[in-house]
C-alpha cells in the first residue's frame, strides 16, 4: 500500500472513530501534498511524500519553541500530538549514536580530522547518507561536537 493510500485510510478511519486531532493531522498532510502535486504538476512517490511530511514535522518542531516563550501549553500539547502521529508515517529515524557513526566513517573516509572550516564539506557528504532517517540540526549539532 502506498504512504498516499495508507493516508487516505487513516483519515477515514480518524473520521470514524472521531479522532480530530489526528483527522485534522492527516488531513493537513494530504492537501500538502496535493497541493505540491498541483503546483508542480507530477505525481509524487512515496519518497517524495517522505520528504514533505519531514518539512510538515519540522515546521511543527519548529513552531514549539515559539509557544514555550509565549506559553501557550495547550498548543504545545497539540502539536506534539500532531508530530507524533506524522511521524507514524517516516522511516524509522537514527538513534544520536547510529549519527555519530555515521559522521566518523564519513570523516575518516574524506581524512578529515578537525577544523571547523572542514564542517561545510563533511555536512555534504553525510546529509545525503542519513536524508529521510535523521534530523539535519541534529546531525549538524554531531558534526559541530566532532570537529572541535
Do not use: C, W
Not at 478511519?13 to 492527516?26: G, L, P, Q, Y
Not at 563533511?122 to 566532532?146: H, S, T
Request: net charge neutral; hydrophobic share 40%; charged share 35%.
Amino acid at each position: 500500500m502506498s504512504l498516499k493510500d495508507r493516508l487516505l485510510n487513516d483519515f477515514k478511519e480518524s473520521m470514524k472513530a472521531k479522532d480530530d486531532i489526528r483527522k485534522n493531522t492527516v488531513n493537513l498532510a494530504r492537501a500538502a501534498i496535493k497541493q505540491y502535486e498541483v503546483d508542480h504538476r507530477v505525481e509524487l512517490n512515496d519518497q517524495d511524500i517522505i520528504a514533505i511530511l519531514t518539512k510538515q514535522v519540522k515546521m511543527r518542531k519548529d513552531a514549539l519553541s515559539d509557544f514555550e516563550k509565549a506559553g501557550r501549553t495547550d498548543l504545545l500539547d497539540d502539536y506534539n500530538k500532531e508530530i507524533a502521529i506524522l511521524q507514524e508515517y517516516l522511516p524509522k529515524q537514527l538513534s544520536k549514536e547510529e549519527i555519530e557513526a555515521i559522521v566518523k566513517t564519513t570523516a575518516a573516509e574524506l581524512k578529515i580530522e578537525g577544523g571547523k572550516q572542514n564542517m561545510g564539506k563533511l555536512i555534504g557528504a553525510v546529509m545525503p547518507k542519513v536524508k529521510g532517517v535523521a534530523d539535519g540540526n541534529e546531525v549538524r549539532a554531531i558534526i559541530e561536537e566532532l570537529l572541535r
